[in-house]
C-alpha cells in the first residue's frame, strides 16, 4: 500500500446524530479557548512511537497557536492516543470530551517500525489538526473544488477503499457552509489536504502529499488562537 492509499477519517463526537447545518455548525464549537492546556495521554504503543508523536505534534503549538500540550498518564485525558487500529483518525477538536473515558479519541494504524520522518510527521500534523478543530481542507466550502464526480466514484469505490457511494459523498464531496466555520481561501499546499489528483478535478488542479504545515496552516491556526 502507497502512502497515498492512506485515508485519514476524521468526526464530530456530537450528543446525538446530526446531518446537514445543524452538523456543520459544530465547527465553530469545536475550538478550544486560546491558553488550553489540552491533556494528551497514550492508551498503548511502543516508547518509538509515542517519542514520534510528541516530536512532530508540538509543530501546531510552537511559535503559533496559544495552546499548550500536557502529556499525562492515561485515561482521564481529553486525547486518548492508540495505535491499535488501521488507518489514522482523529476526533475533531473538542467533541473529544465526548468520547468516554478510556476509549481512544486519535489513532495512528502506520506508525510502524522503518516508518521516515518525513511520513510521521505528514499524519501527526495531520491528525493533531483535527484535534484543534480543522476539517479536511478539500470539504472548505470557500474556492470549492470542480469535482470529477465520475472519477472519483471510479477509483474510490475500487480496492484499497471499496468505498460505497455514501462513504465517498461523506469523505470527499460533503462540505460546510461557509458562514459556519472559519476558513480561508482553499489551500492546495494545506497539510489537511487530501492527495488529488489531476483527473478527479474538473480543471485538472491537484494537491501532492503534502509533507508539512503549509504558510496558511501556520497564518490561520496563529489568528485562530492568539
Known amino acids: 500500500m502507497t502512502n497515498q492509499d492512506k485515508w485519514c477519517f476524521a468526526w464530530f463526537e456530537a450528543e ?16 478550544w479557548q486560546s491558553g488550553d492546556a489540552i491533556s494528551i495521554s497514550f492508551l498503548d504503543g511502543t516508547d518509538a512511537q509515542k517519542a514520534l508523536v510528541k516530536k512532530f505534534a508540538v509543530e501546531w503549538i510552537t511559535n503559533l497557536a496559544n495552546l499548550q500540550f500536557s502529556w499525562e498518564p492515561g485515561p482521564d485525558t481529553d486525547i486518548r492516543i492508540t495505535f491499535q487500529y488501521s488507518g489514522s483518525w482523529s476526533v475533531i477538536g473538542t467533541t473529544c470530551k465526548r468520547i468516554p473515558k478510556g476509549q481512544p479519541t486519535m489513532n495512528f494504524g502506520w506508525l510502524t517500525p522503518g516508518v521516515t520522518d518525513e511520513e ?4 501527526i500534523t495531520h491528525e493533531f489538526g483535527h484535534a484543534l478543530g480543522l476539517i479536511h481542507e478539500h470539504q472548505n466550502p470557500i474556492s470549492a473544488i470542480k469535482w470529477n464526480k465520475p472519477a472519483v466514484y471510479r477509483d474510490l469505490s475500487g480496492p484499497p477503499n471499496n468505498w460505497d457511494r455514501a462513504t465517498i459523498d461523506h469523505n470527499m464531496f460533503e462540505s460546510y457552509p461557509s458562514n459556519e466555520i472559519a476558513g480561508t481561501t482553499l489551500d492546495w499546499h494545506s497539510i489537511m489536504m487530501y492527495p488529488i489528483p489531476a483527473s478527479w478535478t474538473l480543471d485538472r488542479s491537484s494537491a501532492g502529499l503534502n509533507t508539512d504545515l503549509s504558510p496558511m496552516d501556520r497564518e490561520f491556526i496563529r489568528k485562530q488562537y492568539p
Open 120 to 123: 510521521a510527521r505528514r499524519v
Open 16 to 31: 446525538k446524530p446530526t446531518t446537514g447545518q445543524a452538523r456543520a455548525a459544530l465547527v465553530d464549537a469545536t475550538k
